[in-house]
């Protein structure tokens, strides 16, 4: 795993943690766990060149095909909703830039699995680069439709980076018992609720909604037509 913090410039190292203490501050970011992951991933390597920059503003940034690296606070949001813990096995729906996949893959360490999917091709051999350059390599970036899911494994935790108009039945279907789905959930494309649904011992789910949030959509099978 990587800790940029002894290459980093000083004015880098001090927009990151401006930005942590900021996120801290408002009450985005509370477990000791995902601090560290975000002081230790380093965004900037997760953005095009040209907007590095903007790197830590709480703000949305392109990352081309019509795609954005969610605000450091909505992510923040997302994983503290997870509870990812060490060992799990993390299935991310939508790799982006990778960013996401690189702080899931502090949080579950080496003795867990982060699988990542992403429909377009393009971005996932942009996250998978820019993973692997980070330290992140082991991490597993597969090129698909994210709205199936990933078959085969139970799965801990399951993030979705993209809205959908209710949870794929794949993905409720792939969770382990006790384990979280975070989605945002919505009739549209510009407006949705990010929603955390638990699989509970008798098979039940327990649903929780936790705002508003806006999303590009999930597209596939299970999300939005193609």
Same mark, same amino acid.
């Given at each position: 795993?990587?800790?940029?913090?002894?290459?980093?410039?000083?004015?880098?190292?001090?927009?990151?943690?401006?930005?942590?203490?900021?996120?801290?501050?408002?009450?985005?970011?509370?477990?000791?766990? #995902?601090?560290?992951?975000?002081?230790? !991933?380093? &965004?900037?390597?997760? +953005?095009? =060149?040209?907007?590095?920059? *903007?790197? @830590?503003?709480?703000?949305?940034?392109?990352?081309?095909?019509?795609?954005?690296?969610?605000?450091?606070?909505?992510?923040? #949001?997302?994983?503290?909703?997870?509870? !990812?813990? &060490?060992?799990?096995? +993390?299935? =991310?729906?939508?790799?982006? *830039?990778? @960013?996401?996949?690189?702080?899931?893959?502090?949080?579950?360490?080496?003795?867990?699995?982060?699988?990542?999917?992403?429909? #377009?091709?393009?971005?996932?051999?942009?996250?998978?680069?820019?993973?692997?350059?980070?330290?992140?390599?082991?991490?597993?970036?597969?090129?698909?439709?994210?709205?199936?899911?990933?078959?085969?494994?139970?799965?801990?935790?399951?993030?979705?980076?993209?809205?959908?108009?209710?949870?794929?039945?794949?993905?409720?279907?792939?969770?382990?018992?006790?384990?979280?789905?975070?989605?945002?959930?919505?009739?549209?494309?510009?407006?949705?609720?990010?929603?955390?649904?638990?699989?509970?011992?008798?098979?039940?789910?327990?649903?929780?909604?936790?705002?508003?949030?806006?999303?590009?959509?999930?597209?596939?099978?299970?999300?939005?037509?193609?």
């Amino acid at each position: 795993m990587a800790d940029f913090s002894s290459t980093d410039n000083v004015c880098v190292k001090e927009e990151r943690e401006r930005l942590i203490n900021s996120l801290s501050a408002w009450g985005y970011l509370r477990s000791r766990e #995902i601090i560290e992951a975000f002081r230790k !991933v380093p &965004r900037e390597e997760f +953005v095009p =060149e040209k907007l590095r920059a *903007s790197a @830590y503003e709480d703000t949305p940034l392109p990352i081309g095909y019509g795609q954005t690296i969610s605000a450091p606070s909505m992510i923040a #949001i997302m994983l503290e909703s997870l509870q !990812v813990k &060490r060992g799990h096995k +993390v299935l =991310e729906i939508g790799t982006g *830039s990778g @960013y996401n996949a690189a702080l899931l893959a502090e949080l579950a360490g080496r003795e867990g699995r982060v699988v990542s999917i992403e429909r #377009i091709p393009e971005l996932a051999k942009f996250g998978r680069e820019n993973l692997r350059r980070t330290g992140y390599g082991w991490v597993e970036v597969k090129v698909g439709n994210g709205s199936l899911g990933y078959p085969g494994v139970s799965w801990d935790r399951i993030l979705l980076t993209a809205c959908a108009p209710q949870i794929p039945k794949p993905l409720i279907e792939q969770l382990a018992v006790g384990g979280r789905i975070g989605a945002p959930v919505g009739t549209n494309y510009l407006f949705q609720t990010w929603t955390v649904v638990e699989k509970c011992e008798d098979g039940t789910l327990k649903t929780e909604e936790m705002g508003g949030c806006s999303f590009v959509p999930l597209l596939g099978k299970y999300g939005w037509k193609l």
